[in-house]
């Protein structure tokens, strides 16, 4: 092949793969026993992980959500423990020395003084966690979250949720100039979506999704499993290599067939890169994966 034919080939490639590829996301219909399931981590955490996927990022008893911290256990957004009463429903919250390490936003994450170097002195609000700060999460009913709200005036704030019915929710709080962290309640099932206005400025919005049934589960279905199922499809690419969190690496014949379609699991309700490569072609991707969900890439 001569080298106007491979370059005239590399650029089909790289054009079909850009314009075709395509995420999507549905609930698993076909979940693993926790033997299976177990089995299915184990080329994700490694044989001598020493720990399951159900405990690797447990923090006070809470399911890991987020994604994995400076010392590999995931984060918790949510206790099932009631914050202790102070008398105020808004708290003043000091951030010097509570910086958090990682700030999870729009499908991407960043180091805190990054993000406060690009969108310092805006009014936001965000998911308070032990290590890191984020814009979503996922929680049992009753569970109790942390938020936290930036205004740089404070003052009167209007505070807005709405349910996935459509329900709207209107409360008025005095906020504290700064930071201000303020405590939510998972009281109804569905997506929950918070934001709110200060001196006429509005905070970008942040996303609870609320699983029904809490926990620990009572009689009937058990809960959703702690990973996610991803399998990248590709009618015209074939022998590639797919490296999950620049660390566990798959390929196309995996599963002894060269078809074009590489299956693997990930720990679930965590942040994960996807990053598919082969000679003249490499795409990356950086999202959220929920647990009990099955996503596929189509390339």
């Not at 199922?229 to 660390?247: C, N, P």
Request: charged residues 10%.
């Amino acid at each position: 092949m001569s080298l106007k034919s491979r370059l005239i080939s590399l650029l089909i490639i790289l054009f079909v793969g850009m314009a075709s590829a395509e995420w999507t996301e549905e609930p698993m219909t076909d979940i693993a026993g926790e033997g299976e399931a177990e089995g299915l981590m184990a080329g994700y955490y490694g044989s001598d992980a020493g720990s399951s996927p159900e405990t690797m990022g447990l923090l006070g008893g809470s399911d890991s959500f987020g994604a994995p911290g400076p010392s590999g256990a995931g984060e918790a957004y949510y206790s099932l423990e009631a914050p202790p009463s102070s008398g105020a429903e808004v708290q003043q919250y000091s951030i010097s020395g509570h910086e958090p390490s990682t700030v999870f936003y729009g499908g991407q994450s960043t180091s805190y003084s990054t993000y406060s170097s690009m969108f310092g002195g805006v009014n936001s609000l965000w998911i308070m966690g032990a290590w890191s700060w984020s814009q979503y999460a996922t929680c049992p009913l009753g569970a109790y979250l942390q938020l936290l709200a930036y205004s740089s005036g404070g003052g009167s704030t209007t505070f807005y949720e709405i349910y996935e019915s459509g329900r709207v929710e209107v409360d008025s709080y005095g906020f504290w100039p700064g930071y201000s962290s303020i405590s939510f309640y998972a009281n109804e099932p569905g997506r929950h979506i918070l934001l709110f206005i200060a001196n006429n400025q509005p905070s970008n919005a942040i996303i609870v999704d609320v699983s029904s049934g809490g926990w620990p589960p009572g009689p009937g279905p058990s809960p959703s499993p702690s990973y996610a199922r991803v399998t990248v499809r590709s009618s015209w690419l074939s022998g590639y290599t797919v490296t999950v969190d620049d660390a566990i690496t798959y390929n196309d014949v995996s599963d002894g067939r060269l078809d074009g379609i590489v299956s693997f699991t990930v720990p679930g309700n965590q942040y994960h890169s996807v990053k598919i490569t082969s000679p003249g072609y490499m795409r990356s991707y950086y999202r959220f994966f929920r647990s009990g969900y099955a996503y596929t890439l189509a390339m």
